[in-house]
Structure formats: structure tokens, C-alpha cells
């Protein structure tokens, strides 16, 4: 066969014709090396006539197994904690209430227990200081519009309100030594020798403002 491409191609013809044949059978192209140009253009041509389609692309292997886990890493360097600040300087300390503000109200609880005695002092001392000018009203008055278990008192007046008694009498007699403090009031026994107790509850409220324009009480405040 080679004898029959030699005469037919001539010793060059059949150098090209081999390495065309080799190109196409690999499917690699490569440099030729000592042939012409021309002899090159011939090479590629016969290998792309000759060379044979690509095959279908092969099935995937299967996975290979996980390998195992690397080793952790060195943990990373903690920041530094900022400095704590100075601390800053203290406030002014807050108003403390001495009197009753005006318009509000205050309340409290009351009693005495005794036996064998005449007269009974029952002492009430005010949490906060009334101001001047506030006076009694009594129970079941308007101005004490209130209960025992519900001590109330309009503006400008306090109210003394009895929960229970016995041998007992709300004399309405008071013992005053700073009114704007607190009050002494005193309960008589009806019969000495036999026990007497009371107890009960109180309450009080301060005046609003006085308007200077009309010098009466303001309304709300």
C-alpha cells in the first residue's frame, strides 16, 4: 500500500500523507517540524478528512469518600477592652418634701386600746407638715365627703373619720401643740372599768394657690 501512495505522491507526498495519518489517529495537532508551509496546510487538511468523530462524553464516576475533618484552626486573638471612663460628677440631690404641696392630699390610720382609765389620747403625726390656715371638718360633713375605708378631705381642711368603738365617746376636745405637725384628740370611757378602744382613719388637703387677681383659690393647681 505505501509502495502504491510513494509512486503515486512521490517521497514528500507520502511524508505529508503519514503524518496526516498520524494527526488524524491521535487528534493532536503538533509541529510538523521540516515541512513546508504548504506541506503543513496538507497535513491539516487529510487529518481533519480522516480523523474520527469525538465519542460521547463518559459517565461520571461516583463520588469518592469525605475525607476526614482538618484539624481547627488557632483561635484568633481577642481585642483588648477599652477603658473605662471616668465617672462623671454627682447630681444636685433632689427636693425633699417637708409640707403638704398645694392641692394634695394626705392620709393615715389611727387608734387606742385601753381599760380602767376615764379618758383616752389618741396622737396623729402628720408625714408632711400642713400649711397654715387648714382646719377640722368633721365626719359626715361636705367637707369630709370621705369613709374610713376611704379617708377624703376637701381643700383647706383635715377630717377624722371612726372605723369602730366601744366604751368609747369622741369627746372633740385636742390637745394642740404644732397644729401643722399633727393633733392630740381625746375619747372618754362610759363606763372606766370596763376596756374601751377605737380606731379609725384620717385625712387632710392642702389649699390651691390664691389668684392675686380675684385673691380667691384657683380652681385646679
Not at 379617708?151 to 401643740?177: L, M, W
Request: contains cysteine; glycine residues 14%.
Amino acid at each position: 500500500m505505501l509502495k502504491r501512495i510513494h509512486n503515486k505522491l512521490g517521497t514528500a507526498g507520502l511524508v505529508v500523507a503519514v503524518v496526516a495519518l498520524v494527526a488524524a489517529v491521535a487528534g493532536t495537532a503538533f509541529a510538523a517540524g521540516g515541512l513546508t508551509k504548504k506541506q503543513e496546510k496538507q497535513v491539516v487538511k487529510i487529518a481533519k478528512k480522516y480523523a474520527g468523530k469525538q465519542g460521547p462524553k463518559g459517565v461520571p464516576g461516583p463520588a469518592g469518600a469525605q475525607g476526614p475533618k482538618g484539624d481547627q484552626g488557632p483561635k484568633g486573638d481577642t481585642g483588648s477592652k477599652g477603658e473605662t471612663g471616668s465617672q462623671g460628677p454627682e447630681g444636685p440631690a433632689g427636693p425633699t418634701e417637708t409640707e403638704l404641696p398645694q392641692g394634695k392630699t394626705i392620709t393615715g390610720v389611727w387608734s387606742f386600746r385601753g381599760e380602767g382609765e376615764p379618758s383616752y389620747w389618741v396622737t396623729i403625726s402628720f408625714p408632711l407638715r400642713l400649711p397654715e390656715g387648714i382646719t377640722r371638718a368633721f365626719e359626715g360633713t361636705p367637707d369630709c365627703p370621705g369613709d374610713a375605708s376611704h379617708p377624703e378631705a376637701t381643700r383647706g381642711h383635715y377630717c377624722i373619720y371612726t372605723a369602730a368603738s366601744s366604751n368609747a365617746i369622741d369627746q372633740n376636745t385636742f390637745y394642740k401643740v404644732d397644729e401643722t405637725s399633727g393633733i392630740i384628740f381625746e375619747f372618754t370611757s362610759t363606763v372606766k372599768e370596763n376596756p374601751a378602744f377605737a380606731r379609725g382613719s384620717w385625712a387632710a388637703t392642702a389649699r390651691c394657690p390664691i389668684d392675686p387677681g380675684t385673691e380667691e383659690e384657683e380652681s385646679e393647681c
